[in-house]
């Protein structure tokens, strides 16, 4: 999103204002895939497992074959092509299920406490997901019944008997799914065996062959002490304060994260001319204080481009474009010194390309040449990107196409749901599941938000409770996650608010706008939230040797 300072002639006014392209264009996304899954979902859900799920056990290479009791040769399959342990207690797992009807899905599915819930699928492209998982085969008492977008889930009965060719089945599981359009299916679970079957009498497909194990017992990680992540709050002074006094008051409590960002086209406003003025102060606020920073350039920023003007119809491979950027870096890199560590040289990139693939062997390229040259000017910083971590939940294809540039991964993580929040509970498998996607590569959260406001879906209880579960997860990953910055300390004015909102097609009082002006710690007004309490409890235990660890399977 990025950050806004409400001081007037505030040096660090670094962006004008966040943008809610990043809800647009994961609506406009979301919208399209689930009209997608209308057309073909009566036919198209499928198995799911967990832990708790003793009824279907998810293990690679299990696979389900469950044949036309009027016609034995039309038959369907299922099989776990793959799965993953996110966390002790919660596994992801890939399955494939190949229909009579001459296609086949990949579906992704969430096995936990829960019970089996549907991520998304997996295409050629990538992976896309739902913005929460929905309910497929939940846990839960005989009767209950849970609504998602697609319809409701109904457990029927945990008694049912089910005929197969090879055995007959007592205390079955029936779940019942019906959609809202009117149509419905069924599917029979036996308890240590899984799909036993599809539809039902007469026109029921039930189980004729099956090789199943059982899902292993989770075994208890082993825990490492290692350094903690740091820990920034982005200033965004009210009226009467500084930058430099929000900064010296959180590092007094803590913090000693710094992350700033510019856009490219500020730092050239003319042809091989130079503005650095905010680079050099940004640095030297983070200096004094012995702070360590992190800098977004902007040369793409959300689902725009953030180039000179100059260069806006340029390809990103341009001999031109490519050796303007090197002239800029062989200025700029030389300010960052020591005190910037990590350097992102685009901001949400998985917002901009999704519509421009065309583009992408061209950014590669422009990406490779700054990295090479901020190696010789800025040699003490790592090169990656930003990506937006609630696009790439939603759809992984560019992530996939850029994920092997640079060296760590930035992520920008607000856990939204279209245009308000998601609940703060789903942090114990997002920030393991952002650890894998990362593959080993350093982890730096450049911005992290949440909102207070109930017109966004949230409350301030909502919110500390984030950011709680929030710093449970980043003290399990010492070395995975290095730096992580909360975005804002200080509430938007909600007419501010309400103007970047109007301006992108949201109404004033939209959820989003209410979103946009409760991510901070304070309200304008300076009161402090119970959020901001969160903050001053665990930064200085996470200034302690031996606080944090990470964990490893044996």
């Excluded at 198209?44 to 696979?63: E, H, I, K, R």
């Excluded at 005989?142 to 319809?151: E, H, I, K, L, T």
């Excluded at 007469?202 to 059982?214: D, E, Q």
């Excluded at 060296?407 to 942090?427: E, Q």
Aim: aromatic residues 12%; glycine residues 8%.
């Amino acid at each position: 999103m990025g950050t806004f300072s409400r001081e007037t002639g505030n040096p660090l006014n670094i962006t004008a204002s966040p943008r809610p392209s990043i809800v647009r264009n994961i609506m406009n996304f979301k919208m399209s895939l689930l009209h997608a899954m209308w057309r073909c979902l009566p036919i198209a859900f499928c198995c799911g497992s967990a832990y708790s799920a003793s009824y279907l056990p998810l293990v690679t290479a299990n696979t389900w074959t469950l044949s036309y009791q009027n016609q034995p040769s039309i038959s369907m399959s299922l099989r776990v092509l793959s799965t993953e342990d996110v966390t002790p207690t919660v596994r992801r797992a890939h399955v494939l299920w190949n229909t009579p009807w001459g296609f086949s899905y990949t579906m992704v599915l969430r096995s936990s406490s829960a019970g089996i819930e549907h991520e998304g699928f997996i295409f050629d492209t990538g992976a896309t997901s739902f913005p929460n998982p929905m309910p497929l085969f939940p846990e839960g008492a005989a009767g209950q019944s849970w609504v998602s977008a697609f319809g409701t889930v109904t457990l029927v009965s945990k008694t049912a008997t089910v005929v197969t060719p090879a055995k007959t089945y007592t205390k079955a599981r029936h779940y019942r799914i019906a959609y809202w359009d009117g149509s419905s299916q069924s599917w029979y679970l036996g308890e240590g065996i899984g799909y036993i079957q599809f539809g039902e009498v007469p026109m029921g497909f039930p189980l004729s062959s099956t090789s199943v194990k059982i899902e292993p017992v989770p075994i208890e990680s082993i825990q490492t002490p290692g350094p903690c992540p740091i820990i920034g709050i982005d200033p965004n002074p009210n009226a009467g304060q500084t930058n430099a006094q929000i900064l010296s008051s959180n590092y007094a409590s803590g913090a000693r994260f710094y992350e700033f960002s510019l856009e490219w086209k500020k730092l050239e406003p003319s042809p091989g001319i130079y503005d650095m003025t905010v680079v050099a102060a940004a640095v030297q606020q983070a200096k004094s204080l012995g702070m360590t920073a992190a800098m977004t350039l902007k040369t793409i920023d959300s689902n725009s481009r953030t180039v000179p003007a100059d260069l806006a119809s340029k390809a990103w491979s341009d001999p031109i474009m490519i050796t303007r950027f090197r002239n800029m870096l062989k200025v700029l890199g030389p300010l960052l010194g020591t005190t910037v560590k990590w350097i992102q040289l685009a901001n949400e990139v998985d917002l901009y390309f999704p519509p421009r693939q065309a583009e992408i062997a061209g950014f590669k390229d422009f990406f490779d040449a700054g990295k090479i040259q901020l190696s010789t000017s800025a040699p003490s910083s790592s090169v990656g990107l930003a990506f937006s971590y609630d696009a790439l939940r939603l759809n992984n294809q560019t992530f996939t196409q850029l994920k092997s540039l640079g060296t760590h991964m930035g992520f920008t993580f607000y856990n939204l749901d279209g245009t308000t929040t998601r609940p703060s509970n789903t942090i114990p498998v997002e920030i393991p599941t952002m650890i894998k996607l990362a593959a080993g590569k350093p982890i730096v959260l450049t911005e992290v938000g949440y909102p207070s406001a109930p017109g966004a879906g949230s409350s301030v209880q909502g919110q500390s409770e984030f950011y709680s579960l929030l710093f449970a997860e980043l003290r399990k990953a010492s070395g995975k996650i290095v730096a992580a910055r909360a975005y804002q300390m200080t509430d938007l004015p909600m007419n501010v608010a309400a103007s970047i909102a109007s301006a992108y097609g949201y109404p004033a009082h939209s959820p989003f706008a209410y979103y946009l002006g409760s991510l901070g710690m304070a309200t304008e007004s300076g009161a402090y939230k119970p959020a901001y309490s969160v903050f001053q409890a665990n930064l200085p235990l996470f200034l302690q040797q031996g606080y944090c660890y990470s964990t490893t399977n044996p």
